[in-house]
C-alpha cells in the first residue's frame, strides 16, 4: 500500500510570510496532484505534477515533483488570508490508479 | 463548479440505525467514488463505481456498501451505523478514473454524519 506522509500537520504564519510545505513518500508515484480545501467544503484540485523534477507555478504558488517522484513540496510566496485551508497531496502508481491521499497541511495565515 | 450534490449535508443518527447517503452529479462522469475525512486520515476510500451497477470496493469498505442504478446517482448505504462512522463524507467524481495525466477528482461539498 502507497502511503503519503505531509509536513507539518499544522501551520499558523502572518500575512506577508513565506512558507513550505512537504509531501513524502518512500513509493514511487507516476503523478501526483495538490488539492486545496476550505472549511465545509471539498476539496479543490490545484495542480497535477506527472515528470520529476517538474516545476509548475500558480500565481504565488510554486509546486516542485521530486527527481525521483517521491517527494513533492509546495512553497507559498507572500501567503495572504485566502491560502488559508487544509493542503492534501495525492499520488496514483504507475497504472494510474491505486490513488491515495496524505493526511494534509492545515495552514493558518492571519492577517 | 463540477455538478455534484450530496444530500443530506448534515445528519445524525444512532448506532444501530441503517442510513443512505446520496450523491448526485450532472456532469455524466464515468467514474464516482464516496470517501471518509478524518483527522489525521486525510481522504480515505469507501468504495467506487466505473459504471451502472458496476462498483469496487476501496481502503475502507467494511460496514458500507453502494448502489449505482443511474449515472448521475451513487448511494452510500450504513447498514447499521456505529460510532466509528462518524464522519465527514465525500463523493467525487472523476471522467476517467485513470490519473496518470491530467484526471481529477472533482468533489461535492460533504455530509457531516454523527452516530451517538
Known amino acids: 500500500t502507497q502511503l503519503l506522509e505531509q509536513s507539518p500537520q499544522f501551520l499558523s504564519i502572518q500575512e506577508g510570510e513565506n512558507l513550505t510545505v512537504y509531501c513524502n513518500s518512500s513509493?514511487?508515484?507516476?503523478?501526483l496532484q495538490w488539492y486545496r480545501q476550505e472549511p465545509g467544503e471539498g476539496p479543490v484540485l490545484l495542480v497535477t505534477v506527472v515528470t520529476g523534477g517538474e516545476v509548475k507555478k500558480l500565481k504565488r504558488l510554486t509546486f516542485q515533483f521530486g527527481d525521483a517522484r517521491k517527494d513533492s513540496s509546495l512553497h507559498i510566496t507572500a501567503a495572504q488570508p485566502g491560502d488559508t485551508g487544509l493542503y492534501l497531496c495525492?499520488?496514483?502508481?504507475?497504472?494510474?490508479?491505486?490513488?491515495?491521499f496524505g493526511p494534509g497541511t492545515r495552514l493558518s495565515v492571519l492577517p | 463548479d463540477a455538478g455534484i450534490t450530496q444530500s443530506p449535508r448534515h445528519k445524525v443518527t444512532e448506532t444501530g440505525t441503517p442510513v443512505t447517503l446520496r450523491c448526485h452529479q450532472t456532469?455524466?462522469?464515468?467514474?464516482m467514488y464516496w470517501y471518509r475525512q478524518d483527522p489525521g486520515h486525510g481522504l480515505r476510500l469507501i468504495h467506487y463505481?466505473?459504471?451502472?451497477?458496476?462498483?469496487d470496493k476501496g481502503e475502507v469498505s467494511d460496514g458500507y456498501s453502494v448502489s449505482r442504478s443511474k449515472t448521475e446517482d451513487f448511494l452510500l448505504t450504513l447498514e447499521s451505523a456505529t460510532s466509528s462512522q462518524t464522519s465527514v463524507y465525500f463523493c467525487?467524481?472523476?471522467?476517467?478514473?485513470?490519473?496518470?495525466?491530467?484526471?481529477?477528482?472533482?468533489f461535492g461539498s460533504g455530509t457531516q454524519l454523527s452516530v451517538l
Open positions: 495525492a499520488g496514483s502508481d504507475n497504472y494510474g490508479q491505486n490513488f491515495v
Open positions: 456532469e455524466n462522469h464515468r467514474y
Open positions: 467525487a467524481i472523476s471522467e476517467s478514473g485513470t490519473f496518470a495525466t491530467n484526471e481529477k477528482l472533482f
Open positions: 513509493s514511487v508515484f507516476s503523478s
Open positions: 463505481s466505473y459504471g451502472v451497477k458496476d462498483t
